[in-house]
């Protein structure tokens, strides 16, 4: 089976398994699931979680998508008339309790061929952050620690270049080079040098898809139950606009996902039920909003 084949099926596991740790926790809400099919080519499945008692709106979303790259894509990529096939999962879940952190991740694989078949180019991209209105620094370790463990087998130097790559990346510049939350770990174009390599590269995806359930459900059982009231969903739905405008502003798998005519619903399924923008918003001095702004920049956490 080639490796285009075994990362298929993984994720498709690693979907199953994801939907039903992040079930077992909310115990009330479970995931809808919609098939779909891309026109042009190929299609996937997108599970949807909402109204739960721990997660108020979640998406785990598989797609496996191939055909012409469109012109907007050749030009992004600098490349003649091709085919292209990505395959990805990617998933984004929505706390309904403010203390309980945000969280996205996804693995994607891309090969691009010439329209004799030939394959031209192959990467593989990916990674993991977290998002928190409100963040106790043994749950930022925590996560932070998790993957820096899952890379360890790939290099010490691993973790260090991939957590920098996501501090650089997930950042609003528009807002001062505001992070989004407090990071985790990034990586793109990965780009195989031989089949012993590519081998290598899909066991590394298969390391970071496979911590991610123990990276992020001890956070989510510590804080579940913590009281909050209106001021706490006031902040909440404030940095749900900040990030609401990275997806829509820069970031990459967005704008990739509607260039190549995929599924709208599920590129924006990423996007939180509730949100709140204020003109001119600053947290009020002194306030424990005020001092998480501090944590929205690039810090060591292990």
């Given amino acids: 089976m080639s490796v285009k084949d075994q990362f298929v099926a993984y994720i498709h596991g690693l979907q199953d398994s994801i939907c039903a740790g992040l079930e077992n926790i909310d115990g009330k809400a479970k995931f809808r699931e919609d098939k779909w099919e891309r026109p042009e080519g190929g299609g996937g499945k997108t599970r949807v979680i909402t109204d739960g008692n721990v997660f108020e709106k979640g998406g785990v979303n598989t797609s496996i ?26 998933l984004v879940i929505h706390p309904l309790n403010p203390f309980v952190p945000t969280i ?58 991939c957590k920098k790559h996501c501090d650089e990346y997930f950042i609003n510049t528009h807002r001062g080079n505001e992070m989004r939350g407090i990071g985790g770990v990034f990586y793109d174009y ?11 590269h899909f066991a590394f995806q298969q ?53 190549t005519n995929g599924r709208t ?25 005020e001092e998480m702004m501090k944590y929205y920049k690039p810090r060591e956490w292990v």
């Fill in 265 to 289: 619903e599920s590129i924006l399924m990423s996007l939180p039920p509730r949100a709140r923008w204020y003109y001119d918003y600053n947290p009020e001095p002194g306030s424990k909003e």
């Fill in 104 to 161: 996205h991740a996804n693995w994607r694989m891309f090969e691009l061929y010439e329209l004799d078949g030939k394959r031209l180019d192959c990467w593989f991209g990916g990674g993991t952050d977290l998002t928190p209105n409100y963040i106790l620094e043994e749950d930022a370790k925590h996560f932070h620690q998790t993957l820096k463990n899952a890379m360890a087998p790939f290099g010490e130097h691993i973790y260090p270049e």
């Fill in 190 to 200: 990965l780009r195989p040098a031989d089949e012993a390599d590519e081998a290598k």
């Fill in 207 to 259: 390391a970071i898809g496979n911590a991610f359930l123990d990276a992020y459900l001890p956070i989510v059982e510590r804080r579940k139950d913590t009281p909050y009231g209106e001021k706490e969903i006031e902040w909440q739905e404030v940095r749900r606009g900040r990030y609401v405008e990275f997806n829509l502003i820069h970031d990459r798998g967005t704008l990739f996902g509607l260039k």
């Fill in 65 to 90: 998508v191939y055909g012409t790259l469109p012109k907007a894509m050749q030009i992004s990529f600098n490349v003649p008339d091709s085919n292209f096939f990505a395959a990805g999962l990617s």
